[in-house]
């Protein structure tokens, strides 16, 4: 039997963000405008009852009240764009490190261009935080939600206005 998959529209402070469950279970965030997003005939029927939780942690992280999200992911991809995005999991809600610092962190001082394009690949966004990786020398560097949004993410994770700009 064929997965189930289903999405729902939500409004956030960047634009409108398409969930998209495999079976109930979270598969894909895409913003407005996304890199690689892939057609609308993907997402599967609207239906917002799979979503509850995940727009409730969403609510949460946008009104400031949440900085780690607790949820089940249904993530397709390489064993080795699985492991990055595991790793982005564990960089600190406000922190950033750089795609060098990330391929050390797992055993491939030399693979931080692979880190990068499986960065860009990430099907859950801000869940999966790719915004929190930067460029070698602290600047900001491709996000498939565009630079502006990467920008308005990581100052209001510093604490700063959603929408300030660095």
Known sequence: MPPTVRHTVVDSPYDA???VAVDGVLSRIHMTGQRHRPPQ???GSPD?????EAVRQLDAYFAGELTEFDLPLHLVGTPFQLRVWERLRRIPYGETRTYGELAEALGSPG??????LANGRNPVGIVVPCHRVIGAGGGLTGYGGGLDRKRRLLAFEAGASANALF
């Open 17 to 19: 963000l398409t969930l």
């Open 111 to 116: 693979a931080s261009r692979a880190v990068g």
């Open 48 to 52: 917002p009852r799979p979503f509850t």
């Open 41 to 43: 005939e993907t997402f």
